[in-house]
């Protein structure tokens, strides 16, 4: 069976700056959108985020009022001994907001962090629903 | 009739070539200042230089060790590889799609000849670093002036 794979095109590796009124920080430095695949599956919401060089201790994943907000923080670049000669990437921190409906279960999020890659596991709530007793009046 | 050679429009085309000369550098000149070159193709890379080695990092996320092949020829550097696309269950919808997958295939052409025993590369956190150490006998060598 033929096997078409496209090729990845050089604007996939561009990163895109976040606005500067929305992630002002403290400290100088670059701060990125991370490409964002979501998908939807029927138990669960999925999203999964590219944030290459963040380790796992580094990454902050915060629910806060619907309102999930995702910071992974990159150590610069800085080999020892050596003189950047030729830049086409620039380093920096992540940082994304997504607003939650009510229909995720806040308790159940789950969340996995490997080569560069955040899996975020945001399981859909049951609906709730009440058995009305009758009782004879 | 004996017509002159009509001489008056080299000048013009001079001052024409000139100002188009100017306008490019002017152009060239306004996308440099930002700093960075924008990458020809997948991965962006960024390269780090020393008198006896280089340093190339690339941002793959998404790959696993298996999935990139580097080769290393005389003084070029071939990085290889795919994004393996993400394996959705049955019935799964997108809601957003900004992540792409598919094959990459990139070739550097670094300023020395690179010792191809002693290259060494990480990939960490989906950051690949390769150590690409200069050939010994590519090195500088200082040579003694004889006195008279």
Same mark, same amino acid.
């Given at each position: 069976?033929?096997?078409?794979?496209?090729?990845?095109? *050089?604007?996939?590796?561009?990163?895109?700056?976040?606005?500067?009124?929305?992630?002002?920080?403290?400290?100088?430095?670059?701060? !990125?959108?991370?490409?964002?695949?979501? %998908?939807?599956?029927?138990?669960?919401?999925?999203?999964?985020?590219?944030?290459? =060089?963040?380790?796992?201790?580094?990454?902050?994943?915060?629910?806060?009022?619907?309102?999930? @907000?995702?910071?992974?923080? #990159?150590? *610069?670049?800085?080999?020892?001994?050596?003189?950047? $000669?030729? *830049?086409? %990437?620039?380093?920096?921190?992540?940082?994304?907001?997504?607003?939650?409906?009510?229909?995720?279960?806040?308790?159940?999020?789950?969340?996995?962090?490997?080569?560069? #890659?955040? &899996?975020?596991?945001?399981?859909?709530?049951?609906?709730?629903?009440?058995?009305?007793? #009758?009782?004879? $009046? | 009739?004996?017509?002159?050679?009509?001489? =008056?429009?080299?000048? @013009? !085309?001079?001052?024409?070539?000139?100002?188009?000369?100017?306008?490019?550098?002017? !152009?060239?000149?306004?996308?440099? $200042? @930002?700093?960075?070159?924008?990458?020809?193709?997948?991965?962006?890379?960024?390269?780090?230089?020393?008198?006896?080695?280089?340093?190339?990092?690339?941002?793959?996320?998404?790959? @696993?060790?298996?999935?990139?092949?580097?080769?290393?020829?005389?003084?070029?550097?071939?990085?290889? =590889? &795919?994004?393996?696309?993400?394996?959705?269950?049955?019935?799964?919808?997108?809601?957003?799609?900004?992540?792409?997958?598919?094959? !990459?295939? &990139?070739?550097?052409?670094?300023?020395?000849?690179?010792?191809?025993?002693?290259?060494?590369?990480?990939?960490?956190?989906? #950051?690949?670093?390769?150590?690409?150490?200069?050939?010994?006998?590519?090195?500088?060598?200082?040579?003694?002036?004889?006195?008279?």
């Amino acid at each position: 069976m033929a096997e078409e794979t496209t090729t990845l095109q *050089a604007q996939e590796a561009q990163k895109q700056e976040v606005q500067q009124s929305d992630a002002e920080r403290t400290r100088a430095g670059l701060v !990125f959108v991370p490409r964002t695949d979501v %998908y939807e599956t029927d138990d669960a919401i999925h999203v999964v985020c590219d944030v290459p =060089g963040v380790a796992e201790d580094s990454i902050d994943i915060t629910l806060e009022n619907n309102v999930l @907000t995702i910071n992974g923080y #990159v150590k *610069a670049q800085r080999p020892d001994g050596y003189q950047l $000669s030729y *830049a086409e %990437y620039r380093v920096g921190d992540y940082q994304r907001r997504f607003t939650l409906s009510d229909e995720i279960d806040k308790d159940g999020i789950e969340a996995s962090l490997k080569d560069g #890659v955040l &899996r975020l596991r945001l399981p859909k709530a049951k609906p709730a629903s009440r058995k009305i007793k #009758v009782t004879a $009046s | 009739m004996w017509m002159q050679p009509f001489t =008056g429009l080299e000048p @013009t !085309f001079r001052e024409m070539e000139r100002l188009r000369r100017e306008m490019n550098r002017l !152009f060239a000149d306004a996308f440099r $200042s @930002t700093g960075l070159h924008a990458a020809p193709a997948y991965p962006a890379v960024n390269v780090w230089m020393n008198e006896d080695s280089a340093l190339v990092t690339a941002e793959l996320p998404g790959c @696993t060790v298996d999935d990139i092949e580097i080769t290393v020829a005389d003084d070029t550097l071939t990085l290889k =590889g &795919r994004r393996a696309e993400d394996e959705l269950p049955e019935g799964a919808t997108y809601h957003r799609r900004e992540r792409a997958c598919g094959t !990459f295939s &990139r070739l550097l052409t670094l300023p020395f000849k690179i010792d191809a025993s002693k290259v060494e590369a990480k990939f960490e956190n989906g #950051v690949l670093e390769v150590k690409l150490p200069r050939a010994e006998e590519d090195k500088p060598k200082r040579i003694a002036v004889k006195p008279a």
